[in-house]
């Protein structure tokens, strides 16, 4: 493709090698290809999918709540909605939506490398994670599961009647996609990142995606060896879960929490990391206190493991470990506070401007502060009892999972889409839609909280007559929220039928990936770029980073060949 | 330099690459047992008893015979391995083939001792022999833990006959490529999770 042929691209004296979307157009091309922005993409597809099979569940629920009784559908179909729901929103998109498409996409872009370090391992996992959904998505369809997403034993292996071995088996198997995905995330990050890309000189994103790898790595085994048990128990009758035989349920908690508590933080934390990325770019200032970020991070992954035992305040643990993790889990709130501080500092003095990811990634720094202050709420032994399995704790997780992580993935999603297709999106409809999200997200879930400490416990289909007006709210909200989550979809469709061309770099962003044309060939960068300086380095006082005028490299860019090929 | 691959562009880079993906997958499947280790512990301390009668119904003399064949394989491989360094194309062979058989002679046995297990109706579940409380969930452990290891075995056995098959076609790039040392720790891997659970199934309860 030819400069003339995309316009808006700044005339660089020679021709670019054809863009990765051209390079092969074929179905094959696609589903067998080794590249981590096409593979990105076939993330981006199957977890839009999953996103909304997830939410048509829960748009089901909703309806079902607006009136007292149990009129829509049965309790158990209830129940077999709410397992569907979040088993399909856990672990096929929350768990994997932000490292699987925007990691794949931009992380080996940010660091400057050609691909990942095991290209065809990258594509194996997205087969493995469609391998799982399907396990799950025919399990749910064939009857449905009705343990909720936890699988907590000795129900799920003694009493429930549903397809509980074959979603076991599936969120098993896309628990490897997982491990390997993290594995190979972080293998590239020490092997593929170009000259002068030091440590102290990552793009946050990067960090938070490392730091997320990591968790992935060391945690998701034992999610899996959990799931095996409760596989073996139910097709062999192997007795561990089992208290007549002497097996202990309690212990199917510990184990899955030692995952499942560090899976919020695979969710949040690449989230944190894009939104720092747009927070500094729209505020054009450097972040602030980038050291105490990367530790804030590296923190956060650490302490994630020790504070399974606060989801167990209430399963008959002792108090001496209740105490414990309560305590643990209040000190995991100060890295968490330490990177809203930073983003309040960076924005402090900034040259803010609001584009529809800002306000995403603004969305984000709120409802995530909202979800983190009520987490406190829950590590305190005797409130958390008081609303232990109310619609408290479900608000409470939701504003962390869906008010942070899903604005975070469109806080990003809108923020390098252009980067992506090379085309822009209407700036308009884009901003309504994130303003529509964040009233919507508050309105269906605010009232939650409120009706968790009146008393209205979680999973009931039916509920007295008192908790109407709030429910009818939520219900309401749920409305706007639907709304939002399909405006996007269709402004994005737009885009790419007669968006106007982006340019390398729309935003005048400082990272990597911008240096390069968008969409970006099929190896990345024409020359591999070299890196002399700390990241962020955007100046408010003018508006503009500097990169354009003293980059060090734009001599050696501007005396390319003509033809690279 | 038909050996480097995308997207590297030295050798030597791509060859830490893959032995420092290699040990952060040793230390995931770490994770994976070290999960099954906690739980046959806590089980282990709620039925001390239990889990010492069921400990002396293995089959010492299997279990012993098969820690030997998996110790000599783990030999066998390390020999494949450097001599891949030194470039013996030959002893490699022999090394590959040598541990690939080792492989097979462990599940074999395995297999003979499993059929005897069932026979003595050491299988969980309605039929279950042995009347002490702790029993069969030890017994539980057992047949997960020797399974999800002849499931690692028969995915080693499975990589190092490959291996050598496709040595001796020509196709392998084991010249300054990490792939033999990447099949080596993994083969190491299956022998280490071997020697816990050795004497945690054959050994416990069988001092006296």
């Known amino acids: ?565 | 330099m038909s050996n480097l691959h995308e997207p590297f562009q030295t050798l030597a880079r791509q060859r830490n690459a893959a032995e420092f993906g290699i040990w952060i997958f040793l230390a995931s499947e770490l994770v994976f047992f070290g999960g099954l280790f906690t739980c046959y512990s806590v089980y282990r301390l709620l039925y001390p008893q239990g889990f010492l009668a069921a400990g002396a119904e293995t089959n010492l003399i299997i279990g012993t015979a098969n820690t030997a064949i998996l110790l000599t394989s783990s030999a066998t491989m390390a020999v494949a391995v450097w001599a891949g360094r030194a470039g013996l194309r030959r002893h490699v062979l022999w090394g590959l083939c040598l541990t690939a058989m080792l492989g097979v002679g462990f599940m074999v046995l395995k297999a003979v001792e499993y059929a005897e297990d069932i026979r003595k109706g050491l299988v969980p579940g309605a039929g279950f022999a042995m009347s002490e409380r702790g029993a069969e969930i030890f017994f539980s452990f057992y047949w997960i833990m020797t399974a999800i290891h002849a499931v690692h075995l028969t995915i080693g056995v499975g990589a190092v006959s490959l291996a050598a098959w496709r040595l001796w076609r020509g196709a392998l790039d084991w010249r300054g490529t990490a792939f033999l040392h990447v099949v080596g720790l993994y083969w190491h891997l299956i022998d280490l999770i071997w020697i816990f659970l050795f004497p945690l199934l054959y050994l416990l309860g069988r001092g006296g």
């Open chain 1, 1 to 565: 493709m030819t400069d003339a042929a995309r316009p808006g691209t700044p005339d660089r004296g020679y021709s670019l090698p054809p863009s990765y979307l051209n390079a092969g157009t074929t179905l094959k091309s696609w589903l067998l290809t080794t590249d981590h922005k096409r593979i990105g993409l076939l993330y981006l597809a199957s977890i839009t999918v999953f996103f909304m099979i997830g939410g048509i569940a829960a748009a089901v629920m909703r309806t079902e709540l607006m009136t007292p009784a149990g009129d829509l559908v049965s309790a158990d179909t209830y129940n077999r909605l709410f397992t569907l729901h979040g088993v399909i929103m856990v672990w096929f998109f929350l768990i994997p939506a932000v490292p699987t498409t925007l990691g794949n996409f931009v992380l080996p872009l940010a660091i400057g490398a050609r691909d990942v370090a095991f290209p065809r391992l990258n594509l194996f996992s997205w087969y493995l994670n469609i391998a799982g959904g399907s396990l799950a998505l025919s399990a749910l369809l064939l009857g449905g599961v009705d343990t909720g997403w936890t699988f907590y034993t000795p129900y799920s292996t003694l009493y429930s009647n549903s397809y509980v071995t074959l979603a076991a088996a599936g969120v098993f198997v896309a628990g490897f996609s997982s491990i390997a995905t993290g594995l190979n995330f972080i293998v590239t990050v020490h092997t593929q990142r170009t000259e002068g890309m030091g440590w102290m000189r990552l793009p946050l994103f990067v960090w938070s995606i490392y730091a997320t790898s990591i968790i992935l790595v060391l945690a998701t085994p034992a999610l899996a060896i959990v799931l095996a048990m409760i596989v073996g128990e139910r097709v062999f009758d192997l007795g561990l879960f089992d208290p007549r035989r002497g097996g202990d349920p309690i212990l199917f908690q510990h184990i899955f929490w030692f995952y499942s508590h560090p899976a919020v933080y695979i969710m949040i934390l690449p989230g944190m990391g894009v939104v720092t990325e747009v927070l500094t770019c729209f505020s054009r200032r450097k972040v602030f206190g980038y050291e105490a970020m990367v530790f804030a991070i590296l923190g956060i992954a650490i302490f994630g493991f020790f504070v399974w035992g606060h989801h167990m305040f209430v399963s008959g643990q002792s108090t001496f470990a209740s105490l414990i993790f309560s305590l643990l889990s209040f000190v995991i709130a100060v890295p968490s506070a330490i990177k809203v501080f930073n983003w309040s500092a960076t924005l402090y003095g900034g040259h803010i401007t609001f584009e529809a990811s800002m306000l995403y990634a603004l969305g984000f720094v709120g409802l995530f502060t909202m979800g983190g202050l009520t987490g406190l709420f829950l590590a305190s032994i005797p409130i958390d009892v008081h609303v232990t399995d109310t619609y408290f704790i479900v608000a409470h997780f939701h504003y962390i999972m869906v008010g942070g992580m899903v604005s975070a993935f469109f806080a990003g999603l809108h923020f390098w889409w252009p980067k992506i297709t090379g085309r822009m999106y209407s700036e308009g409809f884009a901003r309504a839609a994130a303003l529509l999200m964040f009233v919507g997200f508050n309105v269906t879930f605010f009232p939650q909280f409120i009706l968790g400490f009146m008393g209205m416990p979680r999973r009931y289909w039916s509920y007295p007559p008192e908790f109407q007006i709030l429910n009818l709210m939520s219900s309401f909200g749920a409305m706007i929220l639907t709304l939002a989550y399909a405006l996007p979809m269709i402004y994005f469709a737009l885009s790419l039928w007669r968006g106007r061309m982006a340019g390398d770099n729309p935003w005048r962003a400082t990272g990597l990936e911008w240096a390069t044309a968008s969409p970006p060939p099929r190896e990345n960068f024409v020359q591999r770029p070299v890196v002399d300086r700390a990241p962020y380095d955007y100046h408010p006082a003018h508006g503009e980073p500097t990169e354009r005028e003293d980059d060090p490299d734009r001599e050696k860019r501007d005396d390319r060949p003509e033809d690279p090929a």
